[in-house]
C-alpha cells in the first residue's frame, strides 16, 4: 500500500536532514519567485486592473477625460482660426475686398466672456455703389467697447453674402491673407 503523505520511496542513503534541508530550499526559492512576481507591475496585471476593478475604471476614465478635454479645445481652436483664414481667402477669391464700415447700431447681448460684454452690431459699408447693412455679434473689451459712428475693417464676400471682422487677426495673419 502506497502512502499518500510520503509518495516517494525513503531513500536510505540520504539522511532526513538533507532531504528536508532540499525541500526548504525549493520551497524558499519558489516563494521567492512568486514575491518577484506579485511585486513586479506587468501590462496584465495592469489591464486586468483597468477592466475588472471598479477603482480602476474610475481612474482610467478620468485619465481619459483629464487627458483628452485639453486636446479637444486646443484643436478646436486651431481649425476655427484656420476656417476663419480659409473664408477671408475666399472673400477675395470670390471678388470681395476689404473695406471701412460705420457702425450704425449697437445692442448689448446678455452674454459675456471673461467679463468682457459682447455685442450685436449692425455695421452698415458701401459695396460697389450699393448700400449693404449686415449685422453679427462680436465680445468687446470693457476699455475698447464700440460705439455707434465708430469704424471698423470687414472683409466682404459678395457671393456669400456674408463679413468677416478682421480686426481680431493680427498684422502677421492679414499681410499672408492679403498676399495670396
Partial sequence: MKSILFPKK???TS???EQSK?????KETKI????????RITLEKYLSFLKNDPVGQQLGMYFILFSSIPIVLFLLGTFRSK???RNIRRAFKNGGGKYKAAITSLTGTAFEMNDNPQYRITIGFVYKGTYIKKTVKKVFYWF???YVGQSIEIVYDPLRKKIYLIDDLDEEELKTIFKN
Avoid at 532540499?22 to 525549493?26: F, G, L, V
Wanted: aromatic residues 4%; proline residues 4%; positive net charge.
Fill in 32 to 39: 521567492k519567485e512568486l514575491e518577484d512576481k506579485g511585486k
Fill in 10 to 12: 525513503y531513500d536510505s
Fill in 15 to 17: 539522511s532526513n536532514a
Fill in 144 to 146: 475698447s467697447a464700440p
Fill in 22 to 26: 532540499n525541500i526548504i530550499e525549493q
Fill in 83 to 85: 476656417k476663419k483664414r
